[in-house]
């Protein structure tokens, strides 16, 4: 069975960092990309990030680029996302979601169960 | 950036009836566009991808059709479950992959 587990999520002044992470499991981790997703409270879904499998190919949305670094690490089948900076806009539950196919850019037909991350003073 | 627009806003359906969502993209995405559906308090849950093809699962129920610029989503006989809000996903040009904005269904 398929499992994303979304963790580091929480309370956060504007201006500071947070690193959120996802576990995976149930399936062969570095045969796939994997994206960040996020949704702000009452909104729609609004992608983040992407990474291939070997990390050689990332991409992110222009709202969050130079702020944000998404990383995976294969041997922990783990993947990252960490938020430098952070606004108050980028208040939302963050979901981890498995690509499926190995450069990032398709479809995701996997996702974590989401992890809120509320920036405020 | 491809702009998705998904139309309408909300839809109230009764169980048993057919519904049918739209959305169009701001110039072709071929067939690369997906359908997801979320629940309050859920995760999203793919339900076609290829404009066309249902993803493991997914009730016949539910088909999708359309190429280009101009998709659409049908549940063919409503059940309660079905309740929520569906999202359309191109990945035909990325970065960035977008979405469309929802179409809340009311049963």
């Known amino acids: 069975e398929v499992q994303l587990v979304e963790s580091g999520g929480g309370l956060v002044q504007p201006g500071r960092s947070l690193r959120l992470s996802c576990a995976a499991s149930?399936?062969?981790?570095?045969?796939?990309?994997m994206h960040w997703v996020r949704q702000a409270p009452g909104k729609g879904l609004e992608w983040v990030s992407g990474i291939s499998w070997n990390s050689g190919s990332i991409g992110y949305a222009d709202s969050v680029k130079g702020r944000f670094t998404i990383s995976r690490d294969n041997a922990q089948n783990s993947l990252y996302l960490q938020m430098n900076s952070l606004r108050r806009e980028d208040t939302a539950v963050y979901y981890c979601?498995?690509?499926?196919?190995?450069?990032?850019?398709?479809?995701?037909?996997?996702w974590g169960q989401g992890i809120l991350v509320t920036v405020s003073s | 950036e491809i702009v998705m627009t998904q139309s309408p806003a909300t839809l109230s359906v009764s169980p048993g009836e057919r519904a049918t969502l739209s959305c169009r993209a701001s110039?072709?995405?071929?067939?690369?566009l997906a359908w997801y559906h979320q629940k309050p308090g859920q995760a999203p849950r793919l339900l076609i991808y290829g404009a066309s093809t249902r993803a493991t699962g997914i009730p016949a129920r539910f088909s999708g059709s359309g190429s280009g610029t101009e998709f659409t989503l049908t549940i063919s006989s409503l059940q309660p479950e079905d309740f929520g809000v569906y999202y359309c996903?191109?990945?035909?040009?990325?970065?960035?992959?977008?979405f469309g904005g929802g179409t809340k269904v009311e049963i």
């Open positions: 149930g399936f062969t981790f570095d045969d796939y990309a």
């Open positions: 996903q191109q990945y035909n040009n990325w970065p960035p992959l977008t």
């Open positions: 979601a498995k690509d499926t196919v190995a450069n990032w850019g398709s479809k995701m037909d996997y």
């Open positions: 110039q072709s995405v071929r067939s690369n």
